[in-house]
């Protein structure tokens, strides 16, 4: 049987650089297909290429075994290729049967949509491939990993039998991801091929039955997941030896830097997300929050940045009161914030680079005063922090979106991290980038620790918690329920805390 | 250079555009596109022309600036048009009540409008902080407000004591007495060229005009509360998390916004030295396709306000030498403004792209490949 896909040779040159550089790729029919690499190592190019986005310089690609040529995505959907893309494309205000048929409605006479056709049609493809879906539910009231799999249906409408997955599970909490494996397991068994990027390492092990490696626009690997080890794959990645996160001797100091007392957090509707949490941070420590995500860790650094409804309680920065000061005032006298959401909370994407390092601290030198914005002195310290956190852009007029996400998270570091502050809060610092740049995120973090930083750190990475933390606290439905030293603890046990597990046990004995 | 050429390509491209379609515009009514070109081109070339156009400008760009104030941070100030009117009125009524000196005098009269408008902006913007209601349709409602119940009652309360001298030109609010009324600028104009014929006076408001611009140019660019304002249109989360108090600037921008709308009656005012019984309408709305043109850039508005005056003024010409219809220039004002909202669309999306990619090359100069 001829494979799903067979590309061999594709080339693609970008003025300057080698996106794709003589790549051979084989994807078998009816296999999950997992591709893996740093930032900016071709996958996403690769993808474009395959689904008609760009066509290659040199090289040829096969569907079955029959030579193709993609002008545009129509070719490529066509030859039943479909993509699911990272960010989701769907109208919040229609129903899930309304936005699947979207651009390619079945249309009667007198150009009346034939809703009852499409249902049918919807609920066999669902059916074949053992994805359910109500396809009345508006679209607003889904889950994200609802909204998911309505995009993956959406694709298996138009009659893709080779699906692209990029970055599926980025968006996605752990039982999010667990439900997705599942039904990429459903798909598989139906006949469906499936050719998937992901970052995470476990989550590629787990679901993979091949796995390609790419590295600087070259296939490094292309091997079967027999044997294979996330520590293989990581070092195939990066072409050298991994960094790991582990902190140097203890560095914590007596000076309380913040302290939280029986902070009460409510959420739109009044009810507790965070309920009369306390917590210390001394100058030199990192305290890690380990927890599912949306048990509250969230609305505490909210309630830390200032952002939270909070409703009781008291929040204590080097000894002052600061709890009903307003977020510029904390900001100013030294809380940094890396935010989880980069593009939601942290860039301004369409501003340039300069511009993106003075938010957060337009109010201070160099980069302003109280009236006045100091660009000079904003753009020299934007080139330091270009210096000094290898954030790589050809210049700081460039606008933010223009860069990777590795480049912009150490942006954001930098200029968190260059203004000095007393307290860092880092909610997942290191989300979405690539093994390089999450290395050098985590030495800034311990330079800064050695300087007598206090750092809040929120992951999801509970490898990245128990090495960067002094201490570890896990936290379950809006309460700390463990406080627990990273020397004794593995992310097996950790994982038994954030899910409740260990706890039951506990209360057994 | 790229830059340069990207931000030319827009506004070249939309000029380009405009002149095809209102070219079919006027061979379809049967008019000779040369000949009306050719009136308007030569009318335009005539200084009394350029005065007229310039006196037209100014309430264009006052009314711009105090649209893209609140536009730079994505709130619609869609309320110019009561604003003004209300500060106008205000403005007219007040300075007529007192007699100071001169510069004393006008400097009431103006604060007056300016103070009026932008507090009656800033009812739009306590809406919006404690009600959540969308400034869009307050400001809507509130022009409504404004133009059919207060300024129709208000005029009435204020009308002049004509006594025996009734006649509908007299009607309107007291006269402000000389000392109130801002000079005209034609000495300054006659410097440069010849005198000014047929009774035209430049507006003194073409200054302050330029004033604003600058002022503009400076408070978003070069201010902290600047920064904050645009950061907070790009990305309002973002801009809070970055201690942007997200209320404060909503009626901050708002009130701003109002406070130079207030300055677009100021131009009528000093020409008519009172609130009339029908003041030029329409200068609100007008405003926001001028600064939508300009794309709120403080020069761009400036070109956009002269170009709208331009057809505004060549409107009448046409009308006169009867080479075209007169509604052409209309026809022409709204095709400039489709197609620059369409070449802008199109420059900026090309940039974006050229941006990414120069950024990927950056990032990949040191990892470099070599071709095998």
Same mark, same amino acid.
């Given at each position: 049987m001829a494979p799903a896909i067979e590309l061999s040779g594709i080339t693609k040159r970008f003025p300057g650089v080698v996106a794709n550089d003589n790549i051979n790729m084989t994807v078998e029919k009816g296999e999950i297909h997992a591709i893996c690499g740093e930032n900016g190592a071709g996958k996403s190019t690769l993808m474009k290429i395959l689904y008609g986005m760009q066509p290659p310089d040199e090289g040829t690609m096969k569907v079955d075994g029959e030579l193709v040529e993609f002008a545009s995505p129509t070719d490529a959907i066509e030859r039943g290729i479909g993509m699911v893309h990272q960010h989701f494309m769907l109208a919040d205000q229609l129903t899930v049967l309304e936005n699947i048929i979207l651009g390619a409605e079945p249309v009667g006479t007198g150009g009346a949509i034939k809703f009852g056709d499409a249902e049918k049609h919807l609920a066999r493809v669902a059916e074949d491939y053992g994805l359910t879906i109500d396809p009345n539910d508006m679209v607003e009231s889904l889950e994200v990993g609802e909204r998911q799999r309505v995009e993956i249906i959406k694709v298996l409408y138009r009659g893709a039998e080779i699906l692209i997955l990029d970055e599926?599970?980025?968006?996605?909490?752990p039982q999010e991801v667990e439900a997705l494996f599942d039904n990429m397991r459903e798909l598989k068994a139906s006949g469906a091929t499936i050719l998937f990027i992901d970052h995470k390492l476990d989550e590629v092990l787990e679901i993979s039955d091949s796995i390609t490696v790419l590295r600087h626009g070259k296939t490094v690997a292309s091997l079967p997941n027999d044997g294979v080890t996330a520590h293989d794959l990581a070092e195939l990645m990066v072409g050298s030896e991994l960094p790991t996160p582990e902190t140097a001797e203890s560095t914590v100091t007596d000076t309380v830097a913040l302290r939280l007392s029986d902070i009460t957090v409510a959420n739109d509707d009044g009810r507790p997300v965070v309920n009369g949490v306390d917590l210390t941070i001394h100058q030199g420590e990192i305290v890690g929050i380990a927890g599912v995500?949306?048990?509250g860790q969230s609305e505490v650094v909210d309630a830390i940045i200032g952002t939270a409804n909070v409703v009781g309680g008291s929040i204590e920065f080097l000894g002052r009161d600061i709890t009903k000061e307003s977020v510029r005032r904390r900001r100013e006298s030294g809380i940094g914030y890396v935010p989880e959401d980069r593009h939601h909370e942290g860039l301004?994407? !369409? !501003?340039p680079l300069w511009e993106n390092a003075a938010l957060g601290h337009q109010t201070k030198s160099p980069y302003g005063s109280r009236w006045w914005l100091d660009p000079a002195g904003a753009r020299a310290q934007t080139e330091t922090i270009r210096e000094q956190f290898d954030v790589r852009t050809p210049n700081i007029d460039v606008a933010a979106h223009a860069l990777s996400g590795g480049n912009q998270q150490k942006l954001i570091i930098g200029r968190e991290l260059t203004s000095n502050p007393e307290v860092l809060i880092a909610a997942h610092p290191t989300r979405g980038i690539d093994v390089g740049a999450q290395a050098a995120v985590w030495d800034d973090i311990r330079t800064a620790r050695a300087n007598g930083l206090a750092t809040l750190l929120i992951s999801a990475d509970l490898d990245e918690l128990i090495g960067l933390s002094d201490t570890i606290v896990v936290m379950l439905r809006g309460e700390f329920v463990a406080t627990l030293s990273p020397d004794e603890v593995t992310p097996r046990d950790l994982g038994a805390y954030m899910t409740g597990a260990a706890l039951q046990q506990q209360g057994a004995n | 250079m790229r830059r340069l050429a990207f931000s030319l390509a827009a506004p070249l491209g939309a000029f380009v555009l405009t002149l095809i379609v209102s070219t079919i515009a006027l061979l379809a009514f049967g008019s000779s596109p040369t000949e009306a070109y050719g009136d308007m081109l030569s009318h335009a070339a005539k200084l009394e022309t350029q005065v007229d156009i310039l006196n037209r400008a100014t309430p264009f760009y006052l009314s711009a600036v105090a649209a893209a104030i609140g536009f730079r941070m994505n709130l619609f100030n869609i309320g110019v048009e009561g604003q003004y009117l209300m500060g106008f009125l205000f403005a007219a009524q007040v300075g007529s009540m007192v007699n100071l000196p001169q510069v004393l005098h006008i400097f009431v009269i103006m604060a007056t409008a300016m103070i009026v408008s932008s507090l009656y902006a800033g009812l739009a913007g306590i809406l919006k902080t404690t009600r959540g209601v969308n400034e869009v349709i307050s400001t809507i409602m509130l022009n409504s407000i404004a133009v059919g119940g207060l300024i129709a009652w208000l005029q009435q309360e204020w009308q002049a004591d004509l006594g025996e001298n009734f006649s509908s030109t007299a009607l309107g609010t007291n006269e402000i007495a000389e000392s109130g009324l801002l000079p005209t600028i034609n000495g300054i104009v006659e410097i440069f060229t010849r005198e000014v014929g047929q009774g035209k006076e430049l507006t003194g408001m073409f200054l302050i005009a330029i004033a604003v611009g600058v002022a503009y140019y400076v408070l978003l660019n070069r201010t902290r509360f600047g920064f904050d304002l645009r950061a907070s249109g790009i990305n309002p989360f973002a801009a809070r998390a970055g201690g942007v108090p997200p209320k404060r600037m909503v009626l901050a921008a708002m009130m701003l916004s109002g406070a130079v709308a207030g300055l677009i009656g100021m131009v009528e005012l000093a020409e008519r030295g009172k609130f009339p019984p029908d003041p030029i309408q329409g200068l609100g709305f007008a405003g926001i396709g001028v600064a939508l043109l300009g794309r709120n850039n403080p020069g761009g508005m400036a070109f956009a306000a002269i170009l709208f005056a331009f057809l505004d003024v060549s409107s009448g010409v046409l009308d006169s030498t009867g080479a075209a219809s007169r509604e052409i220039a209309t026809i022409m004002q709204g095709i400039v403004l489709l197609t620059a909202v369409i070449a802008y669309g199109v420059a900026n999306r090309l940039r974006e792209r050229d941006e990414a990619r120069e950024a990927a090359e950056a990032l990949s100069a040191n990892a470099e490949v070599v071709p095998a």
């Open positions: 599926p599970t980025a968006v996605l909490v995500e949306g048990n301004l994407l !369409s !501003s | -």
